[in-house]
Each structure stands twice: as structure tokens, then as C-alpha cells.
């Protein structure tokens, strides 16, 4: 978490974050709440925020200890937020003292708040005092050690009984920023080249992959408004030439890139093919993101607002050689970008989901021709949103056969199932991937 020298008063910013954890405490995006933020304020809200959410299981259990009865929301967040920041100083960028003081002066400064000023720096003084014995006694409690819901935690032991505490590591950590060379404009080598002159490092991984070695903000980056590169996780950027490779069938394909906001796949499989891709998206202002993006790799696919799944609706009756469908899911493989996910979600989200998953796959086979293919995939690291669902599918559909994929990607670590070649992807989020083809008759 780094805050500028010229950055606004810390107490404005953590005004500005205890409402944005207020909401979403109560249900709301951290990324919608973010963007109402003033812009001047934002990317240094943006940065607590993300600290205080890998953090907030910990401010949590810290202030069910220094308080009976938790105060009104807003003065609540305020307090919880504040301490999450306090408990662990030695990565923080500014010292305890400074950030209560702060805290304190966010309170007295607004009227919402201003009646708790006084209770909340007695809360934070008395933490300061007794941080040692505070900390320790919350080291019992899962979701204070892990800073995940305790549902979370349970759910991810039975799953991965062997890399569980990896992935809960990993999920607080910072994810690196990841390019994806558009090879109709210029090839990884070369690219490197050009970043080393803008006086940038990255690595390149494989395939189109480049790891920068420190994020920087897209403007910066060489060529990013003439489509040279997207900004993508690397296992995200597995799925187009997974469904793609050894596809043998003549030309030219017809592609469907289901629930496709914000469209980078949809651009992927534009750049490796020139195949005639329908993309849609049930959401009409998260369908014009696809149209922005792809119109900056000079490419077009056809975009339809609609839901994938009211077939009636959008399709023309005409058959798919190859099926996109990245899938509504938890997300819990992306947490380390979104750490707000984890506090939102809620334990029954995951078997609901798993349900539109099912119907999804049930309703877009059809419409895949013999010897086509269909690629589901989820960027979470739930087994019933992964495994579960490849195993329900293939009892239901004998008509289809599973392709070599990776399976479950887990965050930092390699494919749990190693039968895809070249897949050094380096650091990356977690995600899921199986992928089908239809036997002929």
C-alpha cells in the first residue's frame, strides 16, 4: 500500500473508506462503490480499501474483543477499518499513531460519524496498548488468521484438502499485472524489446504471455491504445487457444462467445483466428465494454445483448463449431484482484450458481455441431463449480467426450491436472477449464 507524499489528508481518505466498506458490507460491489468515489481521492481509497478488505476478518474479531455491541454501521466500518490497518504496521505506510489520529479526526469531521469520535479512539488506544494480548487471542479464530469467511475456509479444506492454506495465502497477496501480445500486430520478442525501451521488465512466459516485473498504468504502456497488448490474467488468457488448437474443421468457423463482458476472450479468439465470433452478454452496458475493447485491436465480432440462455431470444438457428462459455460463478479464484468478493459472497451463492452453470451447459450444447466443441470454464476454485459440473454433464450428455483440459487452476501454483502441454503460466488467478467435444453420429 503506497500512499504519495502529495496525497490527500489520510483522515479524508478514510472517510471516503468506511463508506465504500459500509456498502459493502451491505451487499454493494466494491468496484460500483469505488466509482462513485471523487477521483481525486479514489486511487488512494482504492488502495486502503484493498488492504482493509484482505484484512477485515482480523479488524473484525479484533473489535468483538474491544467492544460489546458494535456502533452504528457507518462509525462501525470506520473502526473495523481503521484497525485493519493498525494491526499489522510493518508493511503500512504510515505508523499506528498516525493512522488513529487520523481516524479519529475522520469521525470528528462528519456528522454521521461525529457523536463516536471519542468511543472510537478509545477503541484504538486501548488496541495500541494492548496489541500483543489482542492479536494473539484472535490468532484462534480462522477467519481472523485467514481473513476469509469461515464457510470459505471449510469449503476450500474439502475441496483442496492438500493446498488449502496456499490458496488462502495466495488470495492475499497482490496480483501481478499480465499482457497478452496480440500477435497479428507484434510478437513477444519484439515486444519485450519495446517495454525494456519505455524502461519497463517483464518476462515472457509462454504463448503471447507477458508478466510485467511492476504494474503501471495502461496509458504507459507501449502500444496499448493501437491494440499491441490487452491486460490479462494468464490463466484467463488459456482460454481461447484451448478451445482453438487442432481444430481441424474448414473454414470459416462460426464462434460463440457466451456471457462474454468485457470481452477479453472475445478479442483473444478475434486475434488467432478469422472466424466470425457472436459475442453476448445480458448486461447492455457491460456488452458496450466488449465493443470498446475489441474496436482498440482494430477487430469486430458481433455483440448481442441477451441472455445466453434464453436460446429463443437470439439465436438464428444456425450451428456453432466452437462454444465459449465462461460462466456466472463465484469467483473465488479472482479474489486477490476483487478481495472485496469474499465478504460478499454468501455460502448459498455457490450452489445457486453451480445451478445456472448446469442450465447453461444443458442449453448451449445443442446448438454445437458434430464434431464441434464446447469450452466451459469459471474463475473459481470451488469444485462445484469445476469438477462437479464436467462429472454431471458427461453422465447427461453420452454424446460428449472429454477433451484434454486443464482442470482446476489454483492461484500460484501449477494445473492440478498436468496433461496440457506448455503451460507455464507463471503467477496466476484461479480458474477452471473443461472442454468438450460432440461425437459424431
Not at 156 to 176: F, G, T, Y
Request: proline fraction near 6%.
Amino acid at each position: 500500500m503506497n500512499q504519495s507524499v502529495n496525497a490527500p489528508p489520510l483522515w479524508k481518505q478514510l472517510q471516503q473508506v468506511a463508506r465504500v466498506n459500509q456498502a459493502v458490507m451491505s451487499g454493494a460491489s466494491g468496484t460500483s462503490v469505488l466509482e462513485t468515489v471523487d477521483p481525486g481521492l479514489r486511487s488512494g481509497v482504492q488502495a486502503l480499501c484493498f488492504y482493509v478488505w484482505r484484512n477485515w476478518g482480523r479488524a473484525q474479531a479484533l473489535r468483538a474483543l474491544l467492544v460489546r455491541k458494535a456502533p452504528p454501521p457507518l462509525a462501525d466500518a470506520l473502526l473495523c477499518s481503521a484497525l485493519a490497518l493498525t494491526w499489522q504496521i510493518e508493511d503500512n505506510a504510515y505508523d499506528a499513531f498516525t493512522l488513529v489520529n487520523q481516524a479519529v479526526e475522520a469521525a470528528k469531521r462528519q456528522s454521521a460519524t461525529n457523536a463516536q469520535a471519542n468511543f472510537i479512539n478509545a477503541c484504538l488506544r486501548r488496541f495500541l496498548r494492548e496489541r500483543d494480548a489482542l492479536v494473539a487471542a484472535t490468532d484462534l479464530d480462522p477467519v481472523a488468521l485467514w481473513n476469509h469467511p469461515r464457510w470459505w475456509i471449510a469449503r476450500l479444506q474439502k475441496d483442496h484438502p492438500q493446498h488449502w492454506e496456499l490458496i488462502l495465502r495466495a488470495a492475499n497477496q497482490h496480483a501481478p499485472m499480465t499482457l497478452r501480445v496480440n500477435p497479428r500486430r507484434k510478437d513477444p520478442q519484439t515486444y519485450l524489446g519495446l517495454l525494456q525501451a519505455a524502461g519497463m521488465n517483464g518476462q515472457h512466459l509462454s504463448a503471447n504471455i507477458i508478466e510485467l516485473q511492476r504494474a503501471a498504468p495502461v496509458q504507459a504502456i507501449p502500444g496499448f491504445e493501437d491494440g499491441w497488448v490487452s491486460v490479462q490474467d494468464a490463466a484467463a488468457q488459456v482460454a481461447a487457444p484451448l478451445l482453438v488448437e487442432g481444430y481441424l474443421a474448414p473454414g470459416p468457423w462460426r464462434i460463440l462467445d457466451a456471457c462474454a463482458a468485457p470481452g477479453g476472450k472475445t478479442g483473444h479468439l478475434l486475434e488467432i483466428t478469422d472466424a466470425e465470433v457472436v459475442a453476448l452478454e445480458v448486461d447492455a452496458d457491460r456488452a458496450k465494454r466488449i465493443g470498446s475493447n475489441v474496436q482498440r485491436l482494430g477487430l469486430s465480432p458481433q455483440v448481442i445483448v441477451a441472455d445466453a440462455g434464453a436460446v429463443q431470444t437470439w439465436w438464428d438457428g444456425s450451428l456453432f463449431d466452437l462454444v465459449l462459455l465462461d460462466a456466472p460463478c463465484t469467483a473465488s479464484g479472482i479474489v486477490r484482484r476483487h478481495p472485496d468478493i469474499r465478504w460478499l459472497r454468501r455460502e448459498s451463492d455457490v450452489a445457486q450458481l453451480a445451478a445456472t452453470q448446469r442450465q447453461l451447459l444443458l442449453t448451449l450444447w445443442p446448438l454445437v455441431k458434430p464434431g464441434g466443441r464446447l469450452l466451459f470454464c469459471t474463475c473459481s476454485i470451488f469444485r462445484a463449480e469445476g469438477d462437479a459440473q464436467v462429472q454431471a454433464f458427461l453422465v447427461h450428455n453420452t454424446d460428449a467426450a472429454l477433451m484434454p483440459s486443464p482442470g482446476h487452476l489454483l492461484p500460484h501454483s501449477s494445473p492440478a491436472r498436468e496433461v496440457v502441454a506448455d503451460n507455464s503460466l507463471g503467477d496466476h488467478d484461479g480458474f477452471f477449464y473443461a472442454l468438450f467435444e460432440k461425437r459424431k453420429a
